[in-house]
Every structure is written in C-alpha cells, then in structure tokens.
C-alpha cells in the first residue's frame, strides 16, 4: 500500500504542475502537448523503464514483444507474475517515474533561466535555446524532430554522411582556410575535417542592406565572414535595435545550429559582404562535437575564475571561444618586462609567479595559481609589460586572448581590472 501510495503522489496535482511547466515550454499545439502527457509519454516511460532493466541484446524485438503484451496480452502475461515479480516490477517502476520528474524538475528550472538570460543577451543567437524557440501553430510544420523522438528513436545516431563538395578555386580555397584559421571553431580541426569543411563551404556575396538571417526563422546555415560588416538587430519592446555587430573572420548563426532553435535575431548587412556558409549536416557530422566539448570545457573552467563568475553564460560562452591554450614548461617566461603586451592570460594549470626588476634588483612580486589571470595592465593602458611572468611548476597551461578579443570581449570589465592594476605595483 505504501507503493501504490507513492505511485499515487507521483500523480498528484503538484507532479502534473512540474511536467506541465515541461511540455509548455515545447513547440507544439495544446492538443499535441496534451497527448503527449496523458497517452505518450506514460508508455514511454514504462517502455525504457523496461528495457533498461532487462538490456536486450535486440532491443527492437524486445519492444516489439513489449507493446504487444501492452495491447493485448498483458492481462494473460500478469496471470504468471508472481506478487513479488510484480512488486518488483512496480518499485523499478517506481524509481524510474521518481528519476524522471527529477530531471522533469531540473529541466523546467532551466528552461526558466535560459528564456531570462536570452532576453538580456547582446547577440543573433543565445548560448542557451532563446525565447524564439516557442513557435505558433503555424511555424510547428517546419519543426524537424519531436522530443519523444529524440529521446527514444534513432536520430541521435550517427549515420554514413558525405558532405557536399562545392568547386572552389585554389584562391579561394586559401582565402577561406585563412579565415576559418580566425575562428575557435575551425581552426583547431585536423588538416582531413578541415579539408572536407573547405569543400562543404559556399560562397555567399551579400549586398548592403541585405538581410541574411531574419528572427525566428529555423536555422540551417552558419556563416564565416570573409569580408565586410553585419548588423545583429533585434526586436526589443517593439523596436529594432542593433544589439552586435561582426565583421571578418567571426561566426554567426552556429547556435542555432548547436542547439536547435530559431533565429533570435536578424542580421543585416551593413555593406558589400563575402560570407562563407556552412549546412546543417554539414555541422553536425564535421565540428559539432569537437566545439561543445570545446565549450563546455572552458565555460565550467571560467565559472570559477573569480573575475569572470558574475557573468552570464552567453558572455563566458563569447571568451571561451575566443582562448588559446598554450602549455609551457618549467622557467619559460611568458611575458616579459618592457616588452609590448599583445595577450591577455589565464592560468588553467600549474603555478607561475611575477618578477620585476627595480633597477640593479629583481623581485618576486605576484604568485598565480589556476584562476588567476595576468598581462591585461598592459592592454588597458597601452603600455609595455609591468612585470615577467615566470613558470615555476614542472609544467603550465595558459589561456590566452588577443587584445582585438580582449577589448570586444571584455570591455564592459575595464573598471573592475582597472582597480586591480595596484596588485601588479
């Protein structure tokens, strides 16, 4: 009786409240999300629950032999079932039904945050699906894949793919290469992925005034600025606003790609461009993978850098695209005194400390440890380095950021970097 009681709360009007806040947050029409709650997502659940326990060897046939004892014999198949079996079977059921609305709870606490943090986002796509993403009836035919779908089908495997190969000149072909080479996306690829995304890319010439993406639309493309300059704008409160602006060498449109949302804002062309784009498979099968690692990595890292634990995800999302990772052994120094400072760092691992020299004298002024980041004096002032920065452990790893990236991604920080310059004194 305990059981069926606990079977009985995971229905209550509290657990319907944390399943609907879930599926009001999908693409689909009232009577779709209804469906899905009260026939759909019931057999699911007692389906994988089920599959998971026994782990087929086939699981096709397994689920076969399933549903049809579900639609017909199940009342025969249960005359065998001794009451330990089915009390076994109802608390497996049980725990799964519990994990469930536990990551039910998680994901609509989530999808809270991710609609609050898109709207105060300064860019054409969010780091986490944006507010767009709820479509109307009308957009809903476009949508690629519903969400039982992706769970339980086999859209999440990976399958043979050729990606297109759209003819190119050898000038072209290098003046793409060196392009991609500006973007963390691209450029850390191996020399075949790089070679097949060379051939996957197609030119796209974009006039002034131009509009390349437009908001709300699904995303199928990402695009690589060769040449020229774009306009992010955004609807806000009724109006347009420019809320970014990219020019050569950066990407847009790759969120949506990454997530598979719509278009949170249009993008505009503010003169004459020469963009690259990219399709979807494309994406998926070539780079996908290798950049959300690569992003995910960086974000976790830079959440627990002091300096930059206030941001949001979006703007962590932004510098972690733009860090180079250097690994340096013991004594090497990686910014010298007097020299020109070109570089932003942050130490990922080991110990490095500051010597600075005071006439006939050097002293060691400043120990960093992972977290601590070093060299933006320098780019803030314009001025050449105020100190050497020295390896001490066997080995290091440093992130680095040019100072192109360092003044578009950090700007909006120069006043709280400015009153740590006397750290460095």
């Not at 944390?18 to 599926?23: A, H, P, R, Y």
């Not at 043979?160 to 000038?171: C, E, G, L, R, W």
């Not at 809320?243 to 505009?268: H, I, Q, W």
């Not at 400043?366 to 002032?381: I, S």
Request: charged share 30%.
């Amino acid at each position: 009786s305990r059981l069926l009681k606990s079977r009985e709360l995971l229905c209550s009007p509290l657990s319907n409240a944390v399943t609907m806040s879930v599926v009001d947050g999908l693409p689909f029409a009232e009577d779709k999300k209804d469906y899905i709650l009260q026939t759909l997502d019931p057999i699911l659940e007692e389906m994988v629950s089920d599959v998971l326990q026994e782990m087929p060897t086939i699981p096709m046939d397994f689920m076969i032999q399933w549903l049809n004892k579900r639609a017909g014999k199940a009342a025969a198949f249960s005359e065998h079932v001794s009451v330990t079996q089915r009390n076994q079977m109802l608390k497996q059921e049980l725990r799964s039904l519990q994990e469930s609305l536990h990551e039910a709870s998680t994901a609509a606490v989530s999808a809270v945050e991710n609609v609050e943090d898109e709207e105060e986002e300064e860019d054409d796509e969010d780091d986490e699906p944006p507010e767009g993403w709820l479509k109307s009836e009308e957009s809903q035919s476009k949508t690629r894949t519903s969400v039982s779908a992706e769970a339980y089908g086999e859209w999440n495997a990976k399958k043979a793919f050729t990606p297109p190969n759209h003819p190119k000149s050898d000038d072209q072909k290098q003046r793409l290469k060196q392009t991609l080479n500006k973007s963390f996306m691209f450029s850390a690829l191996e020399e075949k992925d790089m070679q097949l995304v060379l051939g996957a890319m197609k030119e796209c010439k974009v006039e002034a005034g131009e509009k390349v993406i437009t908001e709300g639309d699904n995303g199928d493309f990402l695009f690589v600025i060769e040449k020229g300059t774009l306009n992010c704008i955004k609807s806000v409160n009724g109006e347009e606003k420019v809320v970014k602006t990219v020019n050569e060498g950066d990407v847009f449109g790759e969120l949506a790609l990454l997530y598979n949302c719509p278009r949170a804002a249009s993008v505009m062309a503010a003169d004459a461009c020469i963009c690259w784009q990219l399709d979807r498979e494309s994406f998926n099968h070539i780079v996908k993978d290798a950049a959300v690692a690569r992003r995910t990595k960086y974000d976790e890292f830079l959440k627990s850098v002091n300096l930059l634990s206030s941001l949001e995800a979006y703007e962590r999302s932004q510098i972690a695209d733009a860090l180079v990772a250097e690994t340096c052994k013991k004594g090497d120094t990686i910014v010298k005194q007097d020299d020109p400072g070109d570089k932003f760092y942050i130490v990922e691992e080991g110990s490095l400390y500051a010597l600075k020299n005071f006439g006939s004298e050097e002293k060691r002024v400043m120990e960093y440890k992972p977290g601590d980041y070093f060299g933006e004096l320098a780019l803030l002032k314009n001025q050449p380095r105020a100190a050497s920065v020295v390896v001490e452990s066997e080995t290091a790893k440093v992130l680095s950021m040019s100072r192109v990236s360092f003044n578009k991604m950090l700007g909006p920080l120069a006043d709280l970097l400015s009153s740590k310059v006397s750290s460095y004194t």
